[in-house]
């Protein structure tokens, strides 16, 4: 069956940075649109970032645009996701998702395939 296992959350403080992965198996993960999505409590899950099968293409949020940065490697079936200069605001659990590109650069949750997240948390 498919597995979506994301790792390298955790608390740092602001202006910090943390480098997120995600591991996929049991399916062709080039053939793969990938995304990052985050949920601070209380707020719903929204979009970060998400990146073509082959890399060429990449989106991200208004609010990470210049801080962080996706990136992929189809020999190893991971995603990364580089968060530079963090601040509180971008505390959340991290999920990562493969589906169509679309929809996951459109900030659409349903669908995919989804892992259980990695916590981030940024320090004041």
């Known amino acids: 069956q498919v597995q979506v296992v994301e790792s390298g959350g955790g608390l740092v403080q602001a202006g910090g940075s943390l480098r997120l992965s995600c591991t996929a198996s049991?399916?062709?993960?080039?053939?793969?649109?990938m995304g990052w999505f985050r949920q601070a409590p209380g707020k719903e899950r929204e979009g970060v970032s998400c990146?073509?099968?082959?890399?060429?293409?990449?989106y991200y949020a208004d609010s990470v645009k210049g801080r962080f940065t996706i990136s992929r490697d189809n020999a190893k079936n991971t995603l990364y996701l580089q968060m530079n200069s963090l601040k509180p605001e971008d505390t959340a659990m991290y999920y990562c998702a493969a589906g169509i590109l679309a929809n996951l650069c459109s900030g659409i949750v349903a669908g995919g395939y989804w892992g259980q997240g990695t916590q981030v948390t940024v320090s004041s």
């Open positions: 049991g399916l062709t993960f080039d053939d793969y649109g």
């Open positions: 990146i073509s099968w082959s890399g060429g293409l990449t």
